[in-house]
T-cell receptor
Framework: DGGITQSPKYLFRKEGQNVTLSCEQN?????MYWYRQDPGQGLRLIYY???????QKGDIAEGYSVSREKKESFPLTVTSAQKNPTAFYLC????????????FGQGTRLTVV | KNQVEQSPQSLIILEGKNCTLQ??????????LRWYKQDTGRGPVSLTI?????NTKSNGRYTATLDADTKQSSLHITASQLSDSASYIC?????????????FGRGTSLIVHP
């Protein structure tokens, strides 16, 4: 089935450790995005990429890093520099044509203890 | 700066009742507006898309309206069901050629009680 897959669904890490969240899509979408969602808050853009080997910072990029070596994959690393990393992370992908729809993964809930 | 504001922040209604959610935006130049439904702990799923020339679009019990002049949209839910309990997110995209990144509202949390 075509879709966008995030893994793992739940992730626990100790404070000070880097952690990488996976996002893979087989929809042949050019654009991919990472969002963070905190309780009672809307989605905030972390990073996005519209083409392989290129990505742009979103509104809250500090403490995060990404790579886009393949069209299908857009992993997000939460570094130890991120002061409050516990959150729900959503990955999305879309075409770059007019009126294209963004499809979301099921999310990864990261808890840092 | 492109912004999307949604109201109310949260809403509680009884099963079977109707409700209307609001979305105001300042995204320019406008390309399209989507309403997404997000169940707790899941990714958002698109309900409707509206372009500049469309005023109303329905998807089952969901009806979205768009007033491009006042930059307002609404999502009307008819005969609510318990499964409608979710967060509803308004997303507005700018035209290609501008920064073609969707701008998300914070969502309206809807709770339907039996």
């Amino acid at each position: 089935d075509g879709g966008i897959t995030q893994s793992p669904k739940y992730l626990f890490r100790k404070e000070g450790q880097n952690v990488t969240l996976s996002c893979e899509q087989n929809l042949n979408h050019d654009a991919m995005y990472w969002y963070r969602q905190d309780p009672g808050q809307g989605l905030r853009l972390i990073y996005y990429s519209q083409i392989v080997n290129d990505f742009q910072k979103g509104d809250i990029a500090e403490g995060y890093s990404v790579s886009r070596e393949k069209k299908e994959s857009f992993p997000l690393t939460v570094t130890s520099a991120q002061k409050n990393p516990t959150a729900f992370y959503l990955c999305a992908s879309s075409g770059i044509q007019r009126n294209t729809e963004a499809f979301f993964g099921q999310g990864t809930r990261l808890t840092v203890v | 700066k492109n912004q999307v504001e949604q109201s109310p922040q949260s809403l509680i209604i009884l099963e079977g009742k109707n409700c209307t959610l609001q979305c105001n935006y300042t995204v320019s130049p406008f390309s399209n507006l989507r309403w997404y439904k997000q169940d707790t702990g899941r990714g958002p799923v698109s309900l409707t898309i509206m372009t500049f020339s469309e005023n109303t679009k329905s998807n089952g019990r969901y009806t979205a309206t768009l007033d491009a002049d006042t930059k307002q949209s609404s999502l009307h839910i008819t005969a609510s069901q318990l499964s409608d309990s979710a967060s509803y997110i308004c997303v507005v995209s700018a035209q290609p050629g501008g920064s073609y990144i969707p701008t998300f509202g914070r969502g309206t949390s809807l709770i339907v009680h039996p």
